[in-house]
Nanobody, 125 residues
Framework: QVQVVESGGGLVQSGRSLRLACTVS????????MAWVRHAPRKEREGGATLYTNTGATYYDGSVKGRFTISQNSAKNTMYLQMNSLKPGDTAMYYCAAAKRIRGPWENGENYDYWGQGTQVTVSS
């Protein structure tokens, strides 16, 4: 059974940092694309960052570019999201998503096969 487990969320003050981790129960390189997607209350779900596991290419939503860094450790079957200079607007549930093949825009949650349960990030002002 496939498992996708996020960790690392919490409550931090504005300007501080957090690192999220997403561990999968299989060889992470079997995914072609992984992403961190976030969903804040009263807002639509939005893509935060994506990583193409074969090439290492990464892309970011404009709201996080320059502050967040997505990476992977294949030996640990884990993907990370380093979040620096956090803002109250970053408050959301952060989900890890994995796609077995590339289809459609990375920001569209329908283009992923596996999802974690989410980890809450709350940034106070």
């Amino acid at each position: 059974q496939v498992q996708v487990v996020e960790s690392g969320g919490g409550l931090v003050q504005s300007g501080r940092s957090l690192r999220l981790a997403c561990t999968v129960s299989y060889d992470i390189t079997n995914n072609r694309r992984m992403a961190w997607v976030r969903h804040a209350p009263r807002k639509e779900r939005e893509g935060g960052a994506t990583l193409y596991t074969n090439t290492g290419a990464t892309y970011y939503d404009g709201s996080v570019k320059g502050r967040f860094t997505i990476s992977q450790n294949s030996a640990k079957n884990t993907m990370y999201l380093q979040m620096n200079s956090l803002k109250p607007g970053d408050t959301a549930m952060y989900y890890c998503a994995a796609a077995k093949r590339i289809r459609g825009p990375w920001e569209n949650g329908e283009n992923y096969d596996y999802w974690g349960q989410g980890t809450q990030v709350t940034v106070s002002s």
